[in-house]
Structures are given as structure tokens and as C-alpha cells.
């Protein structure tokens, strides 16, 4: 690979008269460090992804943690990177920055799941982390994600201190790109046999699993990280019956079985589906190309497919996990859960009947990263979830884990067909108990330099006017988090929001509903969660229940949709 000759083809070709817009997207502005490090498009210029703005982050970061650990002989990293293109190429290029900073570095040998970077940090006593990834954006992206010393990733202070250090570096010649190899050390399969026996050690019905143990699954990783654990993680759970996507286990940046690598979107599980219905499985998982989030598909009463949405499958597991733990009288009154304040109020519910401690948190899972670095020692951590399809249990990993939820929700369905039902039961049982929670996600896409002014416009518009009413119901309360306030719109008393500033607007309507606002952190979007609730009285009234509250949805959305 000739990346002097490469970059230089591809900037004559951006100075092509006719290509005058992508060239103004490529170097309109510097690629921005943000609070979770670089995500953008791959190529050249300084809107890019490249090896040069990947050098300015690496060198930035390292400089701040020269500051922040001064006192330590040896300053310790982890790296992993997923299977988008460059990904190697950029792992390689931090390591050997960071080596040649005189840090000591932990590479490992070839892909890995997110979360295993995490398990790395705190494994190996370090004092941060990278990896190389863009989650499940589209191909043409890849980013740079950055982690503290608890296997988080980076928050206030730290996130801010470290975009200032990075802004330092204005030229490639303060980047020391020349490594040095006896600080890097290759990590591999005997790191993976620790990883995995750790989330082992989260099973809590075993004998459900061994009378269940051919309860057949279908997985697929996307093309992505998760081909080999999420298997390996599901055998030692004790399941014996997991069919792959042969097509989809090939790692690929290209992603060239699907339109996006998103486990959120049907089209990603189409193959893994067609799999289930050829093998008359139980489960279809999928997970995205980190291996930090998974999406599941299940039968419901008529023996049809149907996709669990996020805060579904999050309801389903932490009702799981919280009815075992009570089962097991590991409830001792210092247990807690946490979800962000995007996802269903249904997890507030579940905690409230178990008389577990809740947290709500702002959207992304380094905040409840953040209140499980806060609650160590003194509190046990359960579980918690976002409505995004990121889930974790136990302690020993600081972000949302694909491959320990695989092996857990499939012994919830273990567990429910120990007791003749399925996880759409289960989920019908739970909506009986505590209400009819149903929610939808409306993305809003809008690309470019005209498409981020639209977005910012669309904010400030609903934040000096907001509505007063929404689809002919009145809006109670208004929370505005980069204000800090929530105002209360029959009263007018305004109350303070102790959550750190975030871009975030929320309206709660008279008739339950809830409507949050906010511009993605890391894509061109803008996204609109709107959750209903209505009270279920039998199973029959399912379809008739879920019908209204799709018509509440959908009105809303109507709405904001303009």
C-alpha cells in the first residue's frame, strides 16, 4: 500500500471541477476530536478519517495522559480494532505512537469485540484504551474511541481535557509516528479464554440450559467481530445448537451481504431469518461490527419471526436478571440498575416491583460506565441497558457487550422454555404486570455542511418555541438537559436536571407519552424516541392494544416529521 501516492490520486481527483462538493466536504473543517474521539468518513483531507488525523488524536491523548499519570514508571494501553477497512492500518499507527510516547501497549493479534478492549484496560491495569471503530455506521466510515483507566470511555473532565490536548497539535511534525516495538506486546486467543470465562460466571440457570441445551439459535456477526466469541460464549453457556451465516462469518469492511451493518435495521437479520425459519429455530441474534450491540428476533404467538426492539430486549433481560437475582436471595437492599433517559420508563417499573435502586443516565454507555465506577465497592451492579440494543451484566466490563448478552438472552430463553413459554411470552407477561410500553425511532437525516445547520436549526427552533401540544395531547413537562431544567408547562416551576449539559429535549404529554429529541453524536441525524404506554388486560387484547399504540406513534411522529 502506497499511501503518499494513494492520498495524492485521491485529492487531483477531489480538484476535478466536477467534483467540487466532495472536495469542500473533505477539508471544510478539521474532523472534530469529540467527547467519544474521531468518527467520519475514510479518506483524504482534514474531514476525514486518515492516518494523519488518527496521528493528531493518538498524540493529543498522549499527551494528556502524560499529565494525568505522572507519577506512574510505566504508562499502560490497550488497542483493539474491528474489521473496517484501515482498521489494522490505524490500530498499528496508534500503537505505534503511543510506543513511541514510552507508553507500554497491549495489540491485539487481530479483531476483537469493543467490549473486550474494555475487559483489556481493566485486565492489565491500564491507564486507557483505544479502539478502532465505527460501530455500525456505514462502510465508508471508521472511527477512533477512546478509554480512561476504569474500562470506560472518556467523560467529563477528561473528555474535554483531552479534545483541548489534541487541538495542540496543529502539525503532522508534533506526531511521533516512529513506534517502538519492544513496548508493544501481541495479545491473543489465551486473553479471549479469560474474557470468556469471566462472562461464564454470569449464567444463573445452568439447569435450565442443560435440560434446554439444544435449543437452536441462529448468529450472525454481520461480517464483524463477533464470529468467533459470541459462538465460543454461547457453547461454554452450554448450547449446543448455534447455526451461522456462512456468508456473514467472513469479516468484511465492505459489509456486502447487507445495505448497513446496523442490527437495528430488519435488513441486517434477513439472511440470519431465512436461516431460522429453514432450521425452525428458537432465536436469531446478530450482532454489529464491534460487537457491542445485538439485535434478536423471536417467534411470537403465531409462530412468526418478529424483531425485539431495543427496550424490549433490555425489558426482557433485566427482568430476567433482577427475578433471578431476588430467586437466588442475592437482593440484599445495595443492588441497582441503570438505563439512559432515552430508553422505556418499563425498566423504572421493573425496579420500582423489585424494590431495586435505579439510576437514569444521559445517552451513551459511558455514563453507565460512570455510575458503576461510582457505586464500586459499595454497590452491586445488576444490569443496564440503552434502547440502542446495548446491554451489560456483571462488573468486569465497562461498556455495552454483545457477546456475554448473546449468552444471557439466550438462556432467558433457556429459562422461559424450562417453564413453557418464549421470550414473546415472557415479554407478553411483563407488559400484563407493569403496562403496555411501546416505542419507535424516527432518524432524521440530514448530511453534510447544509444538513448539520438543518439539525442545528430544527434544536433551537424546538427549544425557544416548544409545543404546547402533540398529536391532541397536551405537553405537562418539558426537559431541556443542555439548560439543566425541566420545566413543569401548567405550573411554570422550573426544577433543576443534576445530569451533565447535554443536547437533549424531552416533552411528556398528558396521556403517558414520552418524546425525546436529540442530534446523533456520531452520524448526520437527527433522532426522535417516542414511547406510549396503555394498560394490557389479557394476551388477547394484544394485537387490538399494539394497534392503538402504533396509531399514537405514528401521529406523533406525523408531528415532528415535516
Known amino acids: 500500500m502506497n499511501l503518499i501516492k494513494d492520498t495524492r490520486d485521491e485529492i487531483e481527483n477531489l480538484l476535478k471541477p466536477e467534483n ?13 476530536f469529540g467527547t467519544g474521539g474521531l468518527r467520519g468518513i475514510m479518506g483524504a ?5 486518515n492516518i494523519y488525523t488518527i496521528g493528531m488524536a493518538t498524540q ?29 492500518l490505524y490500530a498499528e499507527t496508534c500503537a505505534n505512537i503511543f510506543s513511541a510516547n514510552g507508553f507500554y501497549v497491549y495489540l491485539f493479534e487481530d479483531l476483537r469485540p469493543t467490549p473486550e478492549l474494555s475487559f483489556a ?3 492489565f491495569g491500564c491507564q486507557g484504551g483505544v479502539v478502532i471503530t465505527a460501530s455500525h455506521n456505514p462502510k465508508e466510515y471508521n472511527g477512533f474511541k477512546a478509554y480512561w483507566d476504569d474500562g470506560g470511555q472518556l467523560i467529563s473532565p477528561h473528555d474535554v481535557n483531552v479534545i483541548t490536548e489534541v487541538r495542540k497539535i496543529t502539525d503532522i511534525s508534533q506526531i511521533n509516528f516512529e513506534g517502538n516495538k519492544k513496548n508493544i506486546e501481541i495479545i491473543g486467543e489465551e486473553f479471549d479464554e479469560i474474557y470468556l470465562n469471566n462472562i461464564s460466571k454470569l449464567s444463573l440457570s445452568p439447569d435450565a440450559i442443560e435440560r434446554n441445551k439444544d435449543l437452536k439459535i441462529v448468529y450472525t456477526p454481520i461480517h464483524g467481530t463477533g464470529v468467533k466469541l459470541v459462538p465460543e460464549s454461547l457453547k461454554k453457556f452450554g448450547f449446543k445448537n448455534i447455526y451461522n451465516i456462512e456468508e456473514q462469518d467472513k469479516t468484511d469492511g465492505n459489509f456486502p451481504t447487507v445495505i448497513s451493518p446496523n442490527p437495528e435495521n430488519a435488513d441486517a437479520l434477513q439472511m440470519a431469518l431465512d436461516k431460522a425459519k429453514e432450521v425452525d429455530a428458537d432465536i436469531v441474534m446478530a450482532t454489529d461490527p464491534d460487537g457491542d450491540r445485538v439485535g434478536i428476533a423471536v417467534k411470537n404467538n403465531t409462530g412468526e419471526f418478529v424483531l425485539l426492539n431495543g427496550n424490549q430486549t433490555g425489558a426482557v433481560l433485566i427482568y430476567y436478571l433482577v427475578k433471578k437475582w431476588q430467586e437466588s436471595g442475592k437482593l440484599k437492599g445495595k443492588e441497582y440498575i441503570v438505563k439512559t433517559i432515552v430508553t422505556s420508563e418499563l425498566l423504572v417499573d421493573i425496579a420500582n416491583k423489585f424494590d431495586v435502586e435505579y439510576y437514569d443516565v444521559l445517552t451513551g454507555f459511558k455514563y453507565i460506565a460512570d455510575i458503576m465506577k461510582q457505586n464500586e465497592g459499595k454497590k452491586s451492579f445488576i444490569g443496564g441497558g440503552e434502547e440502542s440494543y446495548g446491554y451489560l451484566a456483571g462488573e468486569f466490563v465497562r461498556d455495552k457487550d454483545a457477546v456475554m448478552s448473546c449468552a444471557l438472552i439466550a ?21 400484563l404486570e407493569f403496562g403496555f410500553y411501546k416505542e419507535q425511532l424516527m432518524n432524521l437525516v440530514r448530511k453534510g455542511k447544509e444538513g448539520a445547520e438543518e439539525i442545528v436549526s430544527i434544536m433551537t427552533n424546538l427549544r425557544e418555541t416548544p409545543p404546547i401540544e402533540i398529536s391532541g395531547s397536551k405537553v405537562v413537562l418539558v426537559k431541556d438537559y443542555l439548560q439543566s431544567t425541566s420545566k413543569d408547562m401548567e405550573t411554570g416551576v422550573v426544577e433543576k436536571i443534576n445530569l451533565p449539559s447535554s443536547n437533549v429535549l424531552q416533552f411528556f404529554l398528558h396521556d ?51
Not at 467540487?20 to 472534530?32: H, S, T, V
Not at 483531507?45 to 478519517?49: A, H, L, P, V, Y
Request: glycine share 4%.
Open 411 to 431: 438462556e432467558v430463553a433457556a429459562w422461559a422454555k424450562d417453564n413453557n413459554k418464549s421470550i414473546f411470552d415472557l415479554l407478553i407477561d411483563i407488559y
Open 45 to 49: 483531507g482534514t474531514n476525514r478519517m
Open 512 to 562: 403517558g407519552s414520552k418524546i425525546s429529541v436529540r442530534p446523533s453524536g456520531t452520524e448526520p441525524k437527527i433522532k426522535f424516541y417516542v414511547s406510549v404506554k396503555d394498560r394490557l388486560e389479557n394476551k388477547a387484547d394484544y394485537e387490538k392494544v399494539n394497534s392503538k399504540l402504533e396509531g399514537r406513534i405514528s401521529q406523533i411522529l406525523n408531528y415532528f416529521d415535516k
Open 60 to 88: 493529543g491523548y498522549s499527551n494528556y495522559l502524560k499529565m494525568n499519570f505522572s507519577d506512574k514508571n510505566q504508562i499502560k494501553l490497550a488497542i483493539a480494532y474491528d474489521c473496517r477497512n484501515n482498521s489494522r
Open 121 to 123: 484496560i481493566r485486565h
Open 20 to 32: 467540487e462538493k466532495e472536495l469542500i466536504e473533505a477539508f471544510y473543517k478539521d474532523l472534530e
